[in-house]
């Protein structure tokens, strides 16, 4: 049982590049979450999408943009990278309870 | 104010002590409360969770919950070197479901237990 699976697990971009974070659930949820972790900030919700065809913005949205492509997957999109979105990703999804992935280590620089 | 406030430590203690991790939270709609683990270079994973005021336990794990004061508190008893994690609170005012919100979390507590 897969879970939430993210790829890639790491990724250096140089500012102004663009990438996309792709993140699939074989559990059929219909609620999955994109956040980002860094160091005294915790876990800040960047977009989260309810169900298949809906996203809305998050905590901390601005640079980001995401795409619920079906009810298995989220992705998420920086168009310019910037060297403020170095981070750790994590997506997850939820039915009872949140299922994470393991993340992905981004460094812009 | 943030809407949880999690001390993030870090918190250092000898193997086998009792460990006490605490967060407050201002919105009054909380009615979840949930603990989740989260090892080294690893996702987050749901601990444990509480409905509305009072205690859970699981083996050496107890969750409390006073709504009153708007404080959380996880107790890990016999601590364990395998304890050694970043513990994060998170509040929520829905259980789950197809209404299931997004999830306010604390900045975490990093734990370690030394041998």
């Known amino acids: 049982n897969a879970g939430v699976t993210q790829t890639p697990k790491f990724q250096v971009l140089k500012t102004g590049q663009s990438m996309t974070l792709q993140c699939a659930q074989d559990?059929?949820?219909?609620?999955m979450y994109w956040y980002r972790q860094d160091p005294g900030m915790g876990l800040r919700l960047i977009y989260y999408?309810?169900?298949?065809?809906?996203?809305d913005k998050g905590e901390v949205p601005n640079g980001y943009n995401v795409s619920r492509l079906n009810k298995r997957e989220f992705s998420l999109r920086l168009e310019s990278a910037a060297p403020s979105q170095t981070s750790v990703y994590f997506c997850a999804s939820a039915n009872y309870g949140y299922t994470f992935g393991s993340g992905t280590r981004l460094t812009v620089v | 104010q943030k809407e949880v406030e999690q001390d993030p430590g870090p918190l250092s203690v000898p193997e086998g002590a009792i460990v006490s991790l605490n967060c407050t939270y201002s919105n009054s709609a909380f009615q979840y409360f949930m603990w989740y683990r989260q090892y080294s270079r690893k996702g987050p994973e749901l601990l444990m969770y509480t409905y509305s005021s009072g205690n859970k336990e699981d083996g050496r794990f107890t969750a409390q919950v006073d709504k009153s004061s708007k404080y959380i508190s996880l107790f890990i008893r016999d601590s364990q070197p395998s304890d050694s994690a970043t513990y994060l609170c998170a509040p929520s005012p829905n259980a789950g479901g197809t209404s299931y919100g997004k999830l306010t979390f604390g900045q975490g507590t990093i734990l370690t237990v030394h041998p």
């Open positions: 559990m059929n949820h219909n609620s």
């Open positions: 999408s309810a169900s298949e065809g809906t996203t």
